[in-house]
């Protein structure tokens, strides 16, 4: 009769495992707690003015000995000029150089047509202001044309703002007035608005 052997398997200790494991979980926690107290101790809190710090009273606009730069943002006159289908937003800067840019770039480049050129400055021209202000402008929709015309009529609607004592002149001149005029839409079984399809007898 053959014996029956069983065979004895040893576990191996899961504690030098479960050891190595929980000093990597403490060395990462260590780890984690230095950068959040490295990032406490270099952030800057804003403190009022009446509060001291290290017994020197802080003055308005400064953090923990560290001065905060104001930013001062140039005054503007903003308006909104209209033509066709186009849109021209402007903005009137008394301050910086005197000069129109349209969508980054400058009136006599973007338009190279020297009646556009003449049309978009012609606000500005009336009032004899072309040297007075720097002027940004950003146009989208419709042609070169109908850009210059709502260019036009935004400075125009914004030197209003700046001083109402020039409507006079631009309301005489016409630069005021936002002209509706658009072209007509196209009819169903015509070529165009109006434009019948030619009619053949035979």
């Known amino acids: ?23 990597t979980k403490q060395a990462e926690t260590a780890i984690k707690k230095e950068s959040r107290l490295h990032r406490e101790k270099n952030k800057v809190h804003p403190v009022k003015s ?17 001065e905060k730069k104001t930013v001062k943002t140039a ?19 008394t301050q910086g150089e005197k000069e129109l840019l349209v969508n980054g770039k400058p009136y006599k480049i973007y338009f ?10 012609s606000s500005l021209d009336k009032m004899k202001s072309l040297s007075r202000f720097s ?12 850009q210059a015309e709502a260019i036009r009529h ?12 020039f409507r006079k002149k631009l309301k005489k001149a016409g630069f005021l ?8 839409r196209k ?14 007898k035979r």
């Not at 009769?1 to 000093?23: L, R």
């Not at 005054?75 to 800067?93: D, H």
């Not at 002027?135 to 109908?146: D, E, F, N, P, T």
């Open 1 to 23: 009769m053959k014996k029956k052997t069983t065979k004895i398997i040893e576990k191996k200790p899961a504690k030098k495992e479960t050891a190595g494991k929980k000093k």
């Open 50 to 66: 009446s509060v001291k710090s290290g017994g020197v009273p802080l003055k308005a606009g400064q953090l923990n000995g560290v």
């Open 75 to 93: 005054r503007y006159f903003e308006a909104v000029g209209r033509r066709k289908t186009a849109i021209a937003r402007i903005r009137l800067f």
């Open 112 to 121: 190279s047509d020297l009646e556009n050129q003449r049309t978009a400055i």
């Open 135 to 146: 002027v940004l402008s950003k146009v989208k929709g419709g042609g070169l044309h109908a």
């Open 154 to 165: 935004g400075i125009a609607r914004a030197l209003l703002k700046f001083n109402p004592d």
């Open 177 to 184: 007035t936002r002209d509706s005029r658009t072209r007509e």
């Open 187 to 200: 009819k169903f079984g015509l070529k165009r608005a109006r434009r019948a399809p030619q009619w053949r």
